[in-house]
T-cell receptor, first 110, second 112 residues
Framework: GQQLNQSPQSMFIQEGEDVSMNCTSS?????WLWYKQDPGEGPVLLIA?????ELTSNGRLTAQFGITRKDSFLNISASIPSDVGIYFCAGLKGAQKLVFGQGTRLTINP | KAGVTQTPRYLIKTRGQQVTLSCSPISGHRSVSWYQQTPGQGLQFLFEYFSETQRNKGNFPGRFSGRQFSNSRSEMNVSTLELGDSALYLC???????????FGPGTRLTVL
């Protein structure tokens, strides 16, 4: 079935550093979504991308929909302690089910 | 608008029992999807309901079933529970003409 390869699997950074993570697929998607999940909670939508090449920001977060429609990346600038969590990318094609990446676990050292 | 709500938040069952989980979508949303999340398998799609009809289905055994009511609330049922069914079960709703799904807090199911 369709799979999304999300990398890196985990990151250990210092507070204030910028963060970059990405998702790639062998399939084309029409929509890319980025979520953040805190322990014991459901994923919270961060950014939604609907058009190839689209670059969208949400505060310190910036995400892009790759031109090939097979990839997307998420950047977090000037990380703060509350950015800690697991970040998931998800792709959607047509009316099919949402496919998730394996997640990137972000740990921040103060 | 209130977000997606799920009840109960935590549940402990024993092998062989059955369980029913409930999800209330965001007001106005008619699509509800269910996911299973485990450390080993990540987030896996179970099924999607729209206007009381199952519209999409993942690769789970028939012990996993669901339904949706006329008010868009949805329930998921797991029969003959197995240890491997222990997971966080998430539901997500989305509105018409959008692909953006909003998740609830999940139900943590533990099977002993």
């Amino acid at each position: 079935g369709q799979q999304l390869n999300q990398s890196p699997q985990s990151m250990f950074i210092q507070e204030g550093e910028d963060v970059s993570m990405n998702c790639t697929s062998s399939s084309i998607f029409n929509t890319w979504l980025w979520y953040k999940q805190d322990p014991g909670e459901g994923p919270v939508l961060l950014i939604a991308l609907y058009k190839a090449g689209e670059l969208t920001s949400n505060g310190r977060l910036t995400a892009q929909f790759g031109i090939t429609r097979k990839d997307s990346f998420l950047n977090i600038s000037a990380s703060i302690p509350s950015d800690v969590g697991i970040y998931f990318c998800a792709g959607l094609k047509g009316a099919q089910k949402l496919v998730f990446g394996q997640g990137t676990r972000l740990t921040i050292n103060p | 608008k209130a977000g997606v709500t799920q009840t109960p938040r935590y549940l402990i069952k024993t092998r062989g029992q059955q369980v029913t989980l409930s999800c209330s979508p965001i007001s106005g949303h008619r699509s509800v999807s269910w996911y299973q999340q485990t450390p080993g398998q990540g987030l896996q799609f179970l099924f999607e309901y729209f206007s009381e009809t199952q519209r999409n289905k993942g690769n789970f055994p028939g012990r996993f079933s669901g339904r949706q009511f006329s008010n868009s609330r949805s329930e998921m049922n797991v029969s003959t529970l197995e240890l491997g069914d222990s997971a966080l079960y998430l539901c997500a709703s989305k509105g018409t003409n959008t692909d953006t799904q909003y998740f609830g807090p999940g139900t943590r199911l533990t099977v002993l």
